[in-house]
């Protein structure tokens, strides 16, 4: 191999923009080397976009196309029904982060969805808009200081509560939607492997930590990425037709002080009066997940012959109307 195929193994080549020890460029690095370069890329607006396309340069060794902040899901319709009428089945793949995806983006994605379009959707989760300055969105977690929810006399961070997308997204009945982290490689590669089995609609939620609006060392992106899913903050699951198919099990809850602690974001926290009580509140979240996913139960049995059963109808093992589906 000479030099100039090693530059192209990558579907995202080295030399663009990203801040060091970003989750978002290492966890887009991953997902598409996974799926390679043999795919049409749907990059909404975002960090992504931004460090990986400055100023007529490219860093990606693969059809890509930038679309606006809210409808990457639309052009990535359009583009899989074109293909179609072509007779072609080249893979059409969605990256958006979170503001893309649980905000601006949600309509799009949802119709897209809904109207069955065989697309992989990726949302690259930092948990805010961090492209234009570390603004909160509604993936935002609770008590979280971000430059649009200071902390301060009024309130210890982010008022509201992180949006539960996984769910929303599920709750379309569509064949396969999934959570991941950039600090389980081996599990988000057999999430997108499953997912490029699959036709129709899916969903890959990947936790992207983002050292600059976390404020942490940009050296301990991954181990934040794993205190997330240890504490139950961030669940792993499987969805297929809307029921629970698979959970990654803890061998032991850590408890959420451990990832709190070694993030900027939330050292208020631990310095202010009313701190504790948020972080009481933030143990009493993840304490909920555990007992939604049975994440500390050896023997949770997950619907998967709901799922199954369901998915035995319709068009390529996604339902094409409501009749389709049994109830
Ligand atoms: C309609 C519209 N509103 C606002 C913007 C400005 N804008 C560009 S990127 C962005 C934030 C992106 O946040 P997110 O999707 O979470 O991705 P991240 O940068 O965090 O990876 C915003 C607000 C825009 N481009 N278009």
Redesign the pocket.
Known sequence: MDTRDAFRHNVLTSGHRACSGCG?AMAARMVTDLIGPEAIYVN?????Q?FSTHNQQSAWQAPWIHS???NAAAVASGVEAALRARGEDTPVIVQ??????F???LQCLSGMIERGHDVLFVC???E?????GV?R?S?TPHAVRTTTSPPGRVSEGKHHLKKDLISIVAAHRMPYAATATVAYFPDLRAKVDKAMRIKGPRFLHVLSP?PL?WDHDAALSVTVARLAVETGLFPLIELEYGAVTGVTRLARQQPVEEYLKLQGRFKHLFADKGGAEEIRHLQALADANIRRYGLLDANTEWDTDRASQTQRHGRGGYAASSREVSP
């Open positions: 978002e909404a607006t975002g960090c992504l931004v606006v902040f809210a958006a982060g979170d503001g893309g995806t905000d601006i983006g690259y989760d930092n805010a808009y961090m492209n234009t603004q969105s993936s983002c609006g």
